[in-house]
């Protein structure tokens, strides 16, 4: 006998992921213009260490992801049949995973050669097609009505 996680158990998980993991791109890309920059950079140089500020989103994500990985693996498996679904749960594995492989200093002393960096760069890449997939896929399921409830907190 299995017994059921609670649905606004869900919810919590889900909103704070979908609340983290904007902030965590974000300032992903920051750091990347700043510190990297192969493939473009920002207009303007931002004056902040960046770096501190996406650690400590990510910091902050690890155990929202964790639990919500754990979620998703037990009593939401069979939501994971879905790419959009299973997609962009991986691409957080993978850059939750490769972020805390990573040294605060590697991009700092420019060493951008790191199998670590290169796999959170792929996790930042997947998780920008992942996400709209995922609301494309909410959107063709349910319309503007089922978006507009994952916005309701009752």
Request: avoid cysteine; charge should be positive; charged fraction near 10%.
């Amino acid at each position: 006998m299995t017994v059921a996680a609670p649905p606004a158990l869900l919810r919590l998980l889900h909103g704070l992921t979908a609340a983290l993991l904007p902030l965590a791109w974000l300032s992903g890309w920051v750091v990347y213009s700043l510190y990297d920059g192969r493939w473009g950079r920002l207009p303007q140089p931002i004056s902040a260490d960046w770096i501190d500020i996406h650690g400590s989103i990510g910091v902050a994500l690890w155990p929202v992801a964790l639990l919500f990985v754990g979620y998703a693996l037990t009593a939401g498996r069979w939501r994971l049949r879905r790419a959009a679904n299973a997609l962009p749960l991986l691409a957080l594995v993978l850059a939750v995973g490769s972020g805390k492989l990573m040294q605060e200093d590697w991009l700092r002393d420019g060493q951008l050669h790191h199998l670590a960096y290169s796999l959170h760069l792929l996790a930042w890449l997947l998780i920008a097609l992942a996400v709209p997939l995922h609301l494309l896929a909410l959107w063709r399921r349910g319309g503007p009505a089922l978006l507009a409830t994952m916005l309701r907190w009752h």
